[in-house]
T-cell receptor
Framework: AQKITQTQPGMFVQEKEAVTLDCTYD???????LFWYKQPSSGEMIFLIY????DQQNATEGRYSLNFQKARKSANLVISASQLGDSAMYFC???????????WGAGTKLIIKP | NAGVMQNPRHLVRRRGQEARLRCSPM?????VYWYRQLPEEGLKFMVY????????ESGMPKERFSAEFPKEGPSILRIQQVVRGDSAAYFC?????????????FGSGTRLTVV
């Protein structure tokens, strides 16, 4: 079974609109961390935002926020006021408990239209 | 405060040659991880090292692949007798520790092309 599922292979969004990228996860460990990374066409992997399983509030970092719904096991990334530079692949990833491995989704390719 | 440094950025090797990928972790980070990314896919864990020790190499093919993180110098991922299927992006990451809230800092990756 997939541990991290990103159901949107690709998305087109108009510049300045908000965009939500979906991520659902599967774990039985009560302690886990969820991460979002951005990979632009240049190839580097850029950390965006982190949510811990025990965090009471949704994480926010500038224009990025994480819509964490623990009961539904979803951790969607919300980008407000999208910009052309947001065009990239976006990956959701998870670490379980003391496990050091990051488990990755297949990614969503986001294209921002001018 | 340099991040994780990987070199080379791009590496082209003929089938049968050796590929050597280097990674210098962030200052203060003693945990190093190597991941492989095939086209159109997420990253897959290969190996986890601390200084002079391989902690977990369960994601690394048993043959032709090896990794080290010596006391001095960068971590090295070595692929011997490369084949076309080794063509991928190889990412190195480092962290302060292994708790769930410790994120990784990734390098820019090495793109290996086997011709």
């Amino acid at each position: 079974a997939q541990k991290i599922t990103q159901t949107q292979p690709g998305m087109f969004v108009q510049e300045k609109e908000a965009v939500t990228l979906d991520c659902t996860y599967d774990t039985s460990d009560p302690s886990y961390g969820l991460f979002w990374y951005k990979q632009p066409s240049s190839g580097e992997m850029i950390f965006l935002i982190y949510q811990g399983s025990y965090d009471q509030q949704n994480a926010t970092e500038g224009r990025y926020s994480l819509n964490f719904q623990k009961a539904r096991k979803s951790a969607n990334l919300v980008i407000s006021a999208s910009q052309l530079g947001d065009s990239a692949m976006y990956f959701c990833a998870m670490r379980e408990g003391g496990n050091y491995q990051l488990i990755w989704g297949a990614g969503t390719k986001l294209i921002i239209k001018p | 405060n340099a991040g994780v440094m990987q070199n080379p950025r791009h590496l082209v090797r003929r089938r049968g040659q050796e590929a050597r990928l280097r990674c210098s972790p962030m200052k203060g980070h003693s945990h190093v991880y190597w991941y492989r990314q095939l086209p159109e896919e997420g990253l897959k864990f290969m190996v986890y090292l601390q200084k002079e020790n391989i902690i977990d190499e369960s994601g690394m093919p048993k043959e032709r692949f090896s990794a080290e993180f010596p006391k001095e110098g960068p971590s090295i991922l070595r692929i011997q007798q490369v084949v076309r299927g080794d063509s991928a992006a190889y990412f190195c990451a480092s962290s302060l520790g292994t708790a769930a809230n410790y994120g990784y800092t990734f390098g820019s990756g090495t793109r290996l092309t086997v011709v």
